[in-house]
């Protein structure tokens, strides 16, 4: 899977009306100045499921871009996600991925 920076993403809650479970959705893990590489490396892999070669190029991309998509699919596969990336504090948005 390769990551894709978003310039706008479309933010959309669980709550909004118009959110329909069946689109796809993604996680955007943002960039800090708190943690290691390898911290986020080793957390990109406990929430995913990814090989060591893609969660170093996803937290690369976000070290260099300052945010990449880290996951896509449904939402709640994608809550599940960003609940283990924020058990360190990263930061994390869920957007409904763009059509």
């Known amino acids: 899977m390769s990551a894709q920076v978003l310039d706008r993403p479309k933010v959309m ?30 957390q ?26 880290c996951f896509e699919g449904s939402l709640s596969k994608c809550e599940r996600v960003a609940a283990i990336l924020r058990e360190i504090a990263l930061s994390v948005e869920i957007n409904c991925s763009p059509s």
Request: glycine content about 4%; proline content about 2%.
């Open 44 to 69: 990109i892999q406990k929430a995913t499921g990814a090989s060591l070669e893609a969660a170093f190029e996803i937290t690369m991309e976000v070290h260099r871009q300052g945010k990449a998509i």
């Open 13 to 42: 809650t669980v709550d909004d009306e118009k959110v329909e479970k069946d689109q796809p959705w993604q996680v955007l893990l943002f960039n800090d100045e708190v943690h290691a590489i390898d911290e986020v490396i080793f």
